[in-house]
């Protein structure tokens, strides 16, 4: 057995975790396994190295991906994949593993479809926009790194009484916003799910300086209708506060890993392998609860994302 493992889209801390995992498992269970550097542009360009135990040696605690990242247009294509599949098979690869979000998932169950190759989706994505499990590899990390930098920006933004628009990532999704939000006592959170009033937000804002309150901290996920700079200057005009936006961009994305995800990343990482050799042909594999699960690929992609509208419920009665 010859196993294929990539990392595509965009990094997400775990991913080196990860890969260490699938490496190792295959070692332990006596198959072969090759690295696919570039995802899947490597692929179609016949990045593959064999690997070792050494291949993965100290790199449970690095951010970012050994394997590096890319994005692929051509592989989006039909025409991509069974391209990317010949080079599978000019290596003898039997299954491939690829790790990344949803893009990454949904193109490995296209590749699947055409060729048959069994493929193997593991959630390497800081959005948490992956419906079949609870929590994404990665995601942990990047809410703690917002947590830091909430943390930075309180005490500034106390020390000149302003309001502090931090915008996170999520583009389609808020959890990093919600669990964030939550955790680092934002007077309010906005996700795209979720339409929002500004005269309620800056009502808020006027309630909490009527208390003697000296900043306020709003969590805004990239993905809102409006831009974080007309926020700011419509939240401004109201409450006649100085308004500050910061974006915090890709640092979201850097960092080691935290306990959580490393620990998820082996335990996907070993049960994906597993499951290969179990002769399965396709699958996604996540975590519900504490239980590690797998389905389809098929199925996990159909599914439909629960958001936690609760959390800014919860926020309000903690402001």
């Not at 700011?232 to 974006?247: F, L, P, Q, R, Y």
């Amino acid at each position: 057995m010859r196993v294929g493992v990539l990392t595509s889209g965009g990094d997400a801390p775990g991913m080196n975790a990860t890969i260490r995992a699938v490496v190792r498992g295959c070692l332990y269970y006596g198959m072969e396994v090759f690295g696919i550097h570039q995802g899947y542009e490597g692929l179609l360009n016949d990045e593959f190295e064999p690997m070792q135990k050494s291949s993965v040696a100290d790199i449970i605690h690095r951010g970012g991906t050994i394997l590096q990242t890319a994005r692929s247009d051509e592989f989006m294509t039909d025409e991509g994949k069974l391209k990317g599949y010949e080079r599978l098979k000019i290596h003898g690869i039997d299954a491939l593993v690829v790790i990344g979000g949803d893009g990454t998932l949904n193109g490995g169950l296209r590749l699947h479809e055409l060729t048959r190759m069994p493929v193997f989706g593991l959630p390497g994505t800081i959005d948490n926009d992956l419906a079949y499990t609870d929590f994404t590899i990665g995601f942990d990390t990047s809410i703690n790194t917002v947590l830091s930098a909430i943390g930075n920006i309180r005490d500034t933004s106390s020390a000149h009484g302003r309001t502090t628009i931090i915008e996170v990532m999520g583009r389609h999704c808020g959890d990093i916003a919600l669990h964030a939000g939550l955790a680092g006592g934002a007077e309010t959170i906005l996700i795209p799910e979720k339409p929002f009033d500004i005269d309620d937000i800056a009502a808020k804002l006027l309630a909490g300086k009527e208390r003697g309150k000296k900043h306020s901290i709003i969590i805004k996920a990239e993905g809102v209708g409006m831009s974080s700079e007309e926020l700011a200057k419509k939240i401004s005009d109201i409450t006649h506060a100085e308004t500050k936006v910061v974006v915090l961009g890709y640092i979201q994305r850097g960092g080691g890993p935290t306990a959580r995800d490393r620990i998820l990343a082996s335990r996907t990482g070993v049960r994906c392998v597993e499951l290969i050799r179990e002769g399965v042909t396709n699958a996604a594999v996540g975590i519900k609860g504490d239980t590690i699960v797998d389905y389809p690929l098929s199925v996990a992609l159909a599914m439909e994302k629960n958001v936690h509208f609760d959390y800014q419920r919860i926020c309000d009665i903690l402001l």
